[in-house]
């Protein structure tokens, strides 16, 4: 945890530095002065200028795609029969999720029909007036309407067809996702002990936690695939290979990744640090067809920040008493982002804990609970069991430094899955 406070340390410097216009080398020269053989490679700071330069370019070329836009919607203002000096006439500003940079986006109404403008609603007249009304109502009650302020595009009203077409492994009204192919699929475990950013980054342990996953993992029918110390090239590699694959005939893909982690979900490679979402992007459903409407399960076994939790002490309650609770569809179509599950160690700026020993308490954790449960529960119940084993049965011991003794540590889930997983046996080949 300590090494992950001092690179991010070093990245604020670096940030400064690059603030100054000081020089690639001699950033590296600086930072190795002050942190010696704990300074970060020179490669993280080359990756580091190629992020900061590729904004700058992307910077100049939006300001003149603003200039375009902003001229384009001045003709337009008078879409949806608004004045241009109507008070719903916005100027929102919007971050760009993937730069520091700003885009103008200009809207001539508050609300807006994704589709159509107002002179493209359908209007029906027959001899009928009651008729018509109902017909109309009807009408404008299918429009859908979105909660943001943007330019307005024409559209047909009638629904497209999505331009990819995959084949459809589940009814659309399934409760469960179908687990039954020939397959369970490919598990993909990147396992991060040694780091050349620095010999100080030594994740002491994390073997056991590799060794352990092959076995739960494999015991549940997976194909597992061990990648031990791989840099940022080689994992891009793996994940390419991946997810070019057939996987027409398999259940799932698990991704599993064993590393150090920071703030806003960057994790690092051997030689690098990059974000998370590296790991992920290449299964949506447009990159990869035969995973579409297949459940891709991710699993991130680092920090996320450097706050260590307290815990609280709960006490039993006399009141406290247990409660009790009294057609086939040929075709349709799923967000690109569905059916994918990302699961990480911690919550979003906490540490997280590992025994040199035993390895750390999150994957001992959730492979206990698979172990125990893994072909009968649900997966979300057994992330369930799995948080709650690590919220109530560990607490850090650090004597050395009291700072760090007796944290605890819960697990998180984001997961877009619109069913549920389960892992029932394969039958012995």
């Known amino acids: 945890m300590e090494i992950g406070k001092e690179i991010e340390k070093q990245m604020i410097n670096l940030e400064f530095l ?5 020089s690639e080398d001699k950033c590296y020269n600086l930072l190795k002065k002050v942190y010696k053989n704990r300074c970060i490679s020179r490669g993280c700071i080359h990756a580091y200028f190629d992020v900061i330069n590729g904004n700058v370019r992307g910077s100049a070329n939006q300001k003149k795609e603003i200039k375009k836009k902003k001229d384009k919607r001045e003709v337009n203002n008078n879409i949806g029969n608004t004045s241009p000096n109507s008070p719903f006439n916005l100027t929102i500003l919007r971050e760009r999720s ?28 027959t001899n009928n007036k009651r008729e018509d009304e109902q017909f109309n109502e ?39 996702y179908n687990m039954n192919h020939k397959n369970r699929g490919k598990c993909i475990i990147f396992n991060h002990e040694d780091f050349s950013m620095s010999t100080q980054m030594k994740r002491v342990g994390s073997a056991k936690d590799a060794e352990r996953l092959q076995k739960t993992f494999g015991d549940l029918g997976f194909d597992v695939e061990l990648h031990n110390d791989f840099t940022f090239s080689e994992i891009q590699d793996v994940l390419k290979r991946v997810s070019q694959l057939d996987h027409t005939d398999n259940d799932c893909l698990c991704v599993i990744t064993l590393t150090h982690g920071l703030h806003k979900d960057i994790i690092c490679a051997n030689d690098v640090m990059y974000t998370s979402n590296e790991l992920w992007k290449p299964f949506a459903a447009d990159k990869c067809l035969t995973l579409a409407g297949k459940p891709k399960l991710f699993f991130i076994q680092a920090c996320r920040g450097d706050e260590s939790d307290d815990g609280i002490q709960l006490v039993a309650n006399r009141s406290l008493r247990g409660t009790e609770t009294d057609s086939i569809t040929t075709s349709y179509s799923i967000p690109i982002h569905a059916d ?19 390895g750390t308490w999150y994957i001992q954790c959730l492979c206990d609970i698979l172990d125990e449960h893994g072909t009968t529960m649900d997966l979300m119940k057994i992330l369930t069991l799995t948080a709650r084993k690590v919220a109530t049965e560990f607490s850090s011991v650090n004597l050395e430094h009291r700072i760090l003794h007796n944290k605890k540590q819960v697990p998180s889930v984001t997961t877009m899955l619109i069913r549920s997983v389960y892992f029932p046996p394969k039958s012995k080949k």
Request: aromatic residues 6%.
């Open 138 to 176: 009807r009408v404008k009650s299918s429009l859908s309407t979105i909660d943001a302020i943007g330019t307005i595009e024409k559209k047909s009203l009638i629904n497209s067809p999505p331009k990819l077409i995959a084949l459809m492994p589940v009814e659309k009204d399934a409760d469960c």
């Open 98 to 125: 993937n730069s520091a940079t700003l885009s103008v986006s200009h809207c001539t109404d508050n609300l807006c029909i994704p589709g159509t403008s107002r002179d493209d609603h359908a209007i029906k007249t």
């Open 18 to 22: 690059v603030q100054l216009k000081t």
């Open 340 to 358: 994918f599950l990302l699961a990480h160690s911690s919550i979003e700026g906490f540490y997280t804990w590992r025994s040199p020993f035993e």
